[in-house]
T-cell receptor, first 118, second 115 residues
Framework: KAGVTQTPRYLIKTRGQQVTLSCSPI?????VSWYQQTPGQGLQFLFE???????NKGNFPGRFSGRQFSNSRSEMNVSTLELGDSALYLCASSLGRGFPQPVSYEQYFGPGTRLTVT | AQKITQTQPGMFVQEKEAVTLDCTYD???????LFWYKQPSSGEMIFLIY??????QNATEGRYSLNFQKARKSANLVISASQLGDSAMYFCAMREGYSGYALNFGKGTSLLVTP
């Protein structure tokens, strides 16, 4: 079974531009979560989508947005890029189910997209 | 407030030796899950082991075991018989209650296995 794929793997953008990152979950998985990893802040949760609906959102400004398509593929968008947005963006997929859901579900991570903002 | 604390920024261990990576957590939920992930230099997060708050036995997965001390709120990862390929960043993470899939990660511990 293919794992989580993220495209592109590397990206260089200029401050003020916008960027779209893509994530294809494992086949059959309906939940996709996004995380930002920086040396200073570590790994931080951005948002989670399940069946095309955002269910959970971390503490990030509105410049960070996402969506999920009917085939469970997800995209995240960052508008008006800032230097501090330079990070590794990780996508994770899970089977997912409706609320309430137990804490034990394992998330499978993709290789990440490394974004550099200059 | 930091929910997951990993106090060891870096650790060294000799090949074939055992090593313990520390993790303490903070939550008021009764239902929570604790995870350990490995992140090699390639960047991908690899799931290692899971411990539920109601699990009475310590979790084990091959060479990995989790030393779960609920009263002390600690969930230390023990790697037995270290291998050179174990050199990586290790992250402890927690998911609380029925709040969705958000994982709170610690800052990580960099482990270097030497020959």
């Amino acid at each position: 079974k293919a794992g989580v794929t993220q495209t592109p793997r590397y990206l260089i953008k200029t401050r003020g531009q916008q960027v779209t990152l893509s994530c294809s979950p494992i086949s059959g998985h309906r939940s996709v979560s996004w995380y930002q990893q920086t040396p200073g802040q570590g790994l931080q949760f951005l948002f989670e989508y399940f069946s095309e609906t955002q269910r959970n959102k971390g503490n990030f400004p509105g410049r960070f947005s996402g969506r999920q398509f009917s085939n469970s593929r997800s995209e995240m968008n960052v508008s008006t890029l800032e230097l501090g947005d330079s990070a590794l963006y990780l996508c994770a997929s899970s089977l997912g189910r409706g609320f309430p859901q137990p804490v034990s579900y394992e998330q499978y991570f993709g290789p990440g997209t490394r974004l550099t903002v200059t | 407030a930091q929910k997951i604390t990993q106090t060891q920024p870096g650790m060294f261990v000799q090949e074939k030796e055992a090593v313990t990576l520390d993790c303490t957590y903070d939550t008021s939920d009764q239902s929570y899950g604790l995870f350990w992930y490995k992140q090699p230099s390639s960047g991908e997060m690899i799931f290692l082991i899971y411990q539920g708050s109601y699990d009475e036995q310590n979790a084990t997965e091959g060479r990995y075991s989790l030393n779960f001390q609920k009263a002390r709120k600690s969930a230390n990862l023990v790697i037995s018989a270290s291998q050179l390929g174990d050199s990586a960043m290790y992250f402890c993470a927690m998911r609380e209650g029925y709040s969705g899939y958000a994982l709170n990660f610690g800052k990580g511990t960099s482990l270097l296995v030497t020959p």
